[in-house]
């Protein structure tokens, strides 16, 4: 489940526009965790946008709510914040805007604390001119860059990303499935797992997106921010599809 977070409230918009707040990240954050979350990711918006760093006082009290792997970006801009992060209780840092401005984040990152724990969070619109139709973008969606996202992609993963993280901008929020072409072409391009972002409507995206798009994982956010289904009802229809899937969990003592 990711949660996009805004001045210290969970956020949702459509396509990166018309953001609403939502909710606490916090309580959130614990709910989906007594149901269930395989991994939560913390995103914070517009910390990269205002030139500011990381809410850590809430990335630490989301971590005391929960016992899963917990991915957090935003704002990070050099090897200091990525431990402040990771010391606040996240088992990943996502790097996205300033992976693009300065690559060597990436592998300064890899090589400090190890490549699992480096997630290339990537924004991708569909372009023509690129020559892969997908050109990225930065800024939470405010900035267009020359970076094909093939290209991106794969360099990435060669400088120490070892997750990637895809967001489709054009199908971010509208709930009418993820960018199946998008994932996988990148999924099948690059040696990492990739997990799927923007879309999700139903559980039969997130089928879809394993079967189809090749997707090593798939995060979601509006069917669950607004209440349309439960994490457990998901599971439940990826284990009938034969996807393998954590049906038991262990809320804590």
């Known amino acids: 489940v990711c949660l996009d977070v805004r001045e210290g409230k969970t956020t949702k918009g459509i396509k990166f526009k018309g953001n609403v707040d939502i909710g606490d990240p916090v309580e959130m954050a614990r709910q989906y965790y007594e149901d269930g979350v395989d991994e939560l990711v913390f995103y914070d918006i517009t910390a990269s946008a205002e030139k500011r760093g990381i809410m850590i006082d809430v990335v630490e009290r989301v971590a005391q709510e929960i016992f899963v792997p917990f991915c957090v970006g935003g704002g990070l801009k050099n090897l200091q914040d990525m431990r402040a992060v990771l010391l606040a209780g996240a088992e990943k840092v996502s790097l996205n805007s300033q992976a693009v401005r300065n690559p060597d984040i990436i592998s300064q990152g890899a090589a400090q604390f190890g490549r699992q724990c480096i997630v290339l969070g990537m924004d991708a619109a569909?372009?023509?001119?690129?020559?892969?139709?997908?050109?990225?973008?930065?800024?939470?969606?405010?900035?267009?860059?020359?970076?094909?996202?093939?290209?991106?992609?794969?360099?990435?993963?060669?400088?120490?990303?070892?997750?990637?993280?895809?967001?489709?901008?054009?199908?971010?929020?509208?709930?009418?499935?993820?960018?199946l072409n998008l994932t996988s072409l990148i999924s099948q391009a690059v040696p990492v797992p990739v997990v799927a972002s923007g879309g999700a409507g139903?559980?039969?995206?997130?089928?879809?997106?394993?079967?189809?798009?090749?997707?090593?994982?798939?995060?979601?956010?509006?069917?669950?921010?607004?209440?349309?289904?439960?994490?457990?009802?998901?599971?439940?229809?990826?284990?009938?599809?034969?996807?393998?899937?954590?049906?038991?969990?262990?809320?804590?003592?």
């Open 202 to 253: 139903t559980p039969e995206h997130l089928v879809e997106v394993f079967a189809k798009g090749k997707a090593d994982a798939a995060l979601i956010a509006s069917m669950v921010h607004y209440g349309d289904y439960r994490i457990q009802q998901i599971k439940a229809v990826l284990a009938d599809s034969g996807q393998p899937v954590r049906t038991r969990y262990r809320s804590a003592e």
């Open 126 to 179: 569909a372009d023509n001119a690129m020559p892969s139709g997908y050109r990225v973008v930065v800024d939470g969606g405010r900035t267009p860059t020359e970076l094909d996202a093939l290209e991106w992609a794969k360099k990435a993963v060669e400088l120490g990303a070892g997750e990637i993280v895809l967001n489709s901008i054009d199908a971010d929020g509208t709930r009418d499935g993820y960018e």
